[in-house]
């Protein structure tokens, strides 16, 4: 009897507690299943990194096997020895571009009926520079400039004027007292005045200009140099430097609908969080077909790269692995991002990001966004009515993008372009905020080969490359670099301020005093040397070019000014 009862109640714990213990299970399995899919993990983010098509065209061909790697991007971004947001020891120094009193005003030395005209060349921050560099080419020859025109017929195609960018009437009023400009050439008899065209060098100095240009506006009156950019030398006295300051830093500001479209872009990301990070990306087929580079994209990436290199006809073939040694190609959209993220900027940091059409599309950006999914444009934060003023102008379209970069907590950027250069020097002026320019030479070897070290030993390595590269003040030599990236005649220092923190004895575990060795922390780094000059095939003057030259007998030799049409790489990297 007993035994039968143990059976019955053997046979009910079977019926009912084995089911109960079974779905139970199943309930944890489906729960466990769901967590994973939905919690972010580290290994979804590497792996996403490391999709097979992204690898060979961010890793330049060299491939790694899954699982095998050391190589881990932690979630986030780590301790760092410096203030991710503020450059060190900025509050010492600051922009100054009052002229000296040696310096006369433009009513007691302009020449009467003189007048230079400037036609500029490539995408906005190009012909800003020409800009900048036409008023002081019409101070050292002491004559009237007209408002410098723009270029329509290069790679942008935009038939912006003056007026559509830049605030004329500020432009003239501000700089009054250093050269006299008027919008437009007055008729001369009556009838319109065709000034004569010629072109200058690259890098003429003010004694090129009273040499070359001066004999022929005494003979002409009226000169319009074309195709300027980068004509005026990059070392000159101290007051030529700083009236560059005043027009670029001060002169030249934005019309008021772009800098209210501007200002609603960098409202909106600061409305999202406190800091922002603003990368300028080119990474467009044009850009990558003219450096010659090669992003491990196979032959589909050779055929549709070369056919847009049969743009340059005398543009020679590259060789891919050199340029990338050396520091002459772009960085891919992920490396920016594995830049970024072993400086300390963790996943969690907002990024805008100014760029044309990437190229390979959202599969090349796909791992930047994975390292920081806070990722944002211009295109994302308006909409297409807001923007519909702008977008038919790549200039204008620009100049927002500028504004929003300008305004940035930390200014990044993959290459050495024009927009780079002017943001560089334009951050230094006004407080040193911090703006990442790549040390690529030296990155290049990290980048190949981080598939055999630790994030530890990849950070490490980052840190110490770009090292003279951070927006920090007196990291770069005077002298050294372009003049619109490094302004150091228009950066003072205060001596006295300084002096002050020296005299203050270091605590142990405070903040850092300002001495010598941290504040000229780079200013005989050897990594300095190691930052290549982007090559231009016109910055060599040719011998044979006589346009603009007098001949033993008075005569001028004639100009057509025609501008060409083939897109140099200025004018790629302008944008």
């Known amino acids: 009897m007993r035994l039968q009862r143990r059976r019955n109640q053997h046979q009910f714990r079977s019926q009912f507690l084995l089911p109960a213990i079974s779905a139970i299970s199943g309930a944890l399995l489906l729960l466990f299943i769901l967590l994973s899919l939905l919690a972010p993990s580290l290994v979804d983010e590497n792996d996403h990194l490391r999709h097979p098509r992204r690898d060979s065209l961010v890793n330049n061909g060299v491939s790694s096997e899954i699982g095998l790697s050391k190589f881990r991007v932690p979630t986030i971004g780590g301790a760092y020895d410096r203030d991710l947001w503020t450059s060190r020891n900025s509050k010492f120094y600051y922009g100054c571009s009052n002229p000296s009193s040696k310096f006369a005003e433009a009513r007691s030395i302009t020449r009467p009926n003189r007048y230079l005209l400037i036609a500029t060349s490539g995408g906005l921050n190009q012909q800003r520079t020409g800009i900048t560099d036409a008023v002081v080419a019409a101070r050292i020859l002491n004559v009237t400039l007209v408002i410098p025109k723009?270029?329509?017929?290069?790679?942008?195609?935009?038939?912006?004027?003056?007026?559509?960018?830049?605030?004329?009437?500020?432009?003239?009023?501000?700089?009054?007292?250093?050269?006299?400009?008027?919008?437009?050439?007055?008729l001369r008899k009556g009838q319109l005045w065709h000034p004569y065209t010629m072109r200058v060098p690259r890098k003429c100095n003010d004694r090129c200009y009273i040499n070359r240009v001066a004999p022929v506006l005494a003979k002409k009156q009226a000169v319009q140099l074309n195709k300027f950019d980068y004509r005026l030398a990059n070392k000159l006295e101290t007051d030529f430097q700083k009236l560059r300051c005043r027009v670029n830093y001060h002169a030249l500001r934005f019309t008021d609908p772009i800098l209210r479209m501007g200002e609603k872009l960098v409202?909106?990301?600061?409305?999202?969080?406190?800091?922002y990070v603003a990368l300028h990306l080119r990474f467009e087929p044009d850009m990558l077909a003219f450096s010659g580079c090669y992003y491990g994209g196979g032959d589909k990436e050779r055929r549709e790269l070369g056919k847009i290199r049969?743009?340059?006809?005398?543009?020679?073939?590259?060789?891919?692995?050199?340029g990338r040694?050396?520091?002459?190609?772009?960085?891919?959209?992920?490396?920016?991002?594995?830049?970024?993220?072993?400086?300390?900027?963790?996943r969690d940091v907002h990024i805008y990001v100014a760029s044309g059409e990437v190229y390979g599309g959202e599969e090349t950006l796909a791992p930047l966004k994975a390292l920081f999914p806070n990722f944002y444009s211009k295109d994302t934060l308006a909409s297409k009515e807001e923007l519909e003023p702008f977008s038919k102008f790549s200039a204008r379209?620009?100049?927002?993008?500028?504004?929003?970069?300008?305004?940035?907590?930390?200014?990044?950027t993959n290459n050495n372009g024009n927009m780079a250069k002017i943001l560089a020097g334009r951050r230094r002026y006004f407080g040193h905020k911090p703006?990442?320019?790549?040390?690529?030479?030296?990155?290049?070897?990290?980048?190949?080969?981080?598939?055999?070290?630790?994030w530890e030993e990849f950070t490490s390595g980052i840190r110490k490359y770009q090292r003279g590269f951070m927006g920090e003040p007196k990291e770069v030599r005077p002298g050294r670099g372009e003049f619109h990236e490094n302004p150091a005649s228009c950066i003072c220092e205060d001596s006295e301020a300084k002096a002050k923190m020296d005299s203050v004895p270091k605590k142990f575990g405070g903040e850092n005093v300002v001495t010598k060795e941290n504040v000229d922390v780079a200013t005989d780094d050897e990594n300095l040397d190691d930052e290549p000059e982007i090559s231009d095939p016109e910055d060599e003057e040719d011998p044979n070019d006589l346009h603009g030259k007098i001949l033993n007998n008075g005569t001028i030799l004639d100009y057509d000014g025609s501008l060409s049409e083939e897109p140099e790489l200025d004018e790629l990297l302008s944008d």
Not at 312 to 318: A, P, Q
């Open 150 to 186: 723009l270029d329509k017929k290069s790679f942008w195609k935009d038939s912006s004027n003056f007026s559509d960018i830049f605030d004329v009437n500020q432009f003239i009023s501000y700089l009054a007292k250093d050269v006299k400009i008027i919008k437009e050439l007055p």
């Open 267 to 275: 409202q909106r990301m600061r409305s999202r969080s406190k800091h």
């Open 310 to 322: 049969k743009r340059w006809k005398t543009l020679h073939n590259n060789n891919p692995d050199r």
């Open 325 to 346: 040694r050396q520091g002459r190609c772009p960085l891919t959209p992920e490396e920016v991002g594995l830049m970024l993220r072993a400086l300390g900027y963790g």
């Open 397 to 412: 379209m620009a100049a927002l993008d500028f504004i929003v970069c300008d305004e940035s907590d930390v200014f990044v």
């Open 435 to 454: 703006t990442i320019r790549p040390n690529a030479k030296k990155l290049y070897r990290l980048f190949l080969n981080r598939d055999n070290m630790t």
